[in-house]
């Protein structure tokens, strides 16, 4: 019979958009025994994790509580579930992950009205709110952090454009939340998904989101209760029924409500993780932790810079959490992440689609953004450059970082 080695994976340095390194507390917190899904204990951590979301969502909602599945199932289950087929939902597009929104949307049987916008740039919110205007979409579906190209997308006045025509405002903040402000309320977002692999530095495997009252309207109008726990007199649903059982708010809701009606059963050990990165956020604190996000990535930048390598993308709406970095021309781009990885320990990641040979992404998040991570980035990346034969400047690089470093935090650029 084969015999299997003990499971022993590498320490790695992780600078990549995800997912990124966890803190050893949140990986103690999913060591810890496992609680039945309605036993009083577990149900009132599902309360705490919901009460701290609406703290990083920085909402009032009622609704914040994590789907089961990676990011992309927070955002199936909110487009799925208010999405009705033949609705027009619009698109603005600037990387890869716009365009996952439109592949769901699609499914979902929207009229997908598109809007499309060069890569490494951001729409101007008057763009978007122009076509609010001229299309009256049911839906708005809109990326807020880029993470293929490390662009962050302003959202001045889209809200309210979205309630002067009745539409509702959905916003992929996977790789925001946590990392860079994410202002449910005062942006008048009516859906937010967030990561956890991300920022939140959480492993894979769930997605937060919150919704407001004009979602759940329209998810109450499609209620259905399953049929076998549906109780005489249960209320059957005027509008369509969502196409999906796993992702159908209205479902979830009941289950992370006081009802507790039986949907699926929660996944302990993740709302464990998830409570305990939760908490660390908390106790960091939002602003703190914008701040360190923003003075790690000042230190790699002027690194970077310093090598005379070039950022890719307009520095206008640079991502915080995001840095893209020219591949050098000549230089193997794959190659000199794998250098990075088997001599060093280090990833970095490659990129997609149009950009796919093109840029390096080094990542700056969660429990991954910090002094030593940078430091290790930028003096192993310039040492193989130069094993490359890659033209840099040497020797400048971890000095940039280190003045950065040495400077206070009131002298920081933002
Ligand atoms: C990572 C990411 C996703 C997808 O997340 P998965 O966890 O891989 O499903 C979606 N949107 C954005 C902006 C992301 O950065």
Known sequence: ???????????????????????????????????????????????????????????????????????????????????????????????????????????????????????????????????????????????????????????????????????????DAVATIGGVPVKTDEWQLDAVIGGTQKCLSVPSGMSPITYNERVEAKVMRRKTIERGLREKGSAVSAGKPVASNYFDLGQLQDYWSPKRLNHHTEATSMLYALREGLRLVLQEGLEERYRRHQRHEAALVAGLQAMGLSLYGNPDCKLTVVTCIRIPDGIAGESVRSMLLNSFGIEIASSFGPLKGQIWRIGTMGFSCNQKNVLHVLGALEAVLLWHGADITIGKALQAALTLYARKEEELPC
């Open 1 to 171: 019979m084969k015999s299997y080695k003990d499971l022993s994976p590498s320490l790695r340095t992780i600078m990549t958009p995800g997912p990124v390194e966890v803190d050893p507390r949140v990986l103690r917190a999913m060591s810890y025994p496992i609680l039945g899904q309605f036993d009083p204990e577990f149900t009132e951590l599902m309360n705490e994790t919901m009460e701290m979301l609406r703290d990083v969502f920085q909402t009032k909602n009622q609704w914040a509580f994590p789907i089961d599945g990676t990011s992309r199932s927070g955002i199936e289950a909110v487009l799925v579930s208010v999405i009705e087929p033949g609705d027009k939902v619009l698109v603005p597009i600037y990387g890869r992950f716009g365009n996952l929104l439109v592949e769901i949307s699609e499914r979902c049987g929207a009229e997908v009205v598109l809007l499309e916008r060069e890569w490494g740039t951001v729409f101007e919110p008057e763009e978007i709110i122009e076509a609010i205007h001229r299309e009256k979409p049911s839906i708005v579906a809109i990326v807020h952090g880029e993470t293929s190209t490390g662009c962050i997308q302003p959202f001045d006045g889209i809200g309210a454009a979205c309630r002067e025509v009745d539409a509702l405002l959905v916003v």
